[in-house]
């Protein structure tokens, strides 16, 4: 398995920022879709931001939208995910994700990632 390393959790309180960064040794910019997802104590992994491969379309879950932004620099070989205006619902684990298959768009199904890191603790308090 492909290792992807996550950094930049921490935790912040309601309203604060941070940011995710995503690299690794096997990175490549060769992926179809690259993704972000978050998982809470007790429930299911979500998918939250994913990037096309060459970095030129981005998808949003709704409850993100508008306050994450996902980016690439691919002089770094780095998957960023910007947080802003954090809530306390945004607590939880989160992942860097990477797929090969291609569906016409990057989707936010845990099936369709080949590669995942171990993931970032986010923790916001009220």
């Known amino acids: 398995q492909v290792p992807l390393v996550e950094s930049g959790g921490g935790s912040v309180q309601s309203g604060g920022t941070l940011r995710l960064s995503c690299s690794g040794p096997g990175f490549t910019i060769g992926w179809k879709c690259m993704a972000w997802f978050r998982q809470a104590p007790g429930k299911e992994r979500e998918g939250i931001a994913a990037i096309r491969g060459l970095g030129s379309v981005k998808y949003y879950a709704d409850s993100v939208k508008g306050r994450f932004a996902i980016a690439l620099d691919k002089a770094k070989n780095t998957l960023y995910l910007q947080l802003y205006s954090l809530r306390p619902e945004d607590t939880g684990m989160y992942y860097c994700?990477?797929?090969?298959?291609?569906?016409?768009?990057?989707?936010?199904?845990?099936?369709?990632?080949?590669?995942w890191g171990q993931g970032t603790q986010v923790t916001v308090s009220s």
């Open positions: 994700a990477a797929g090969e298959r291609w569906r016409g768009w990057c989707t936010f199904s845990v099936s369709d990632y080949n590669y």
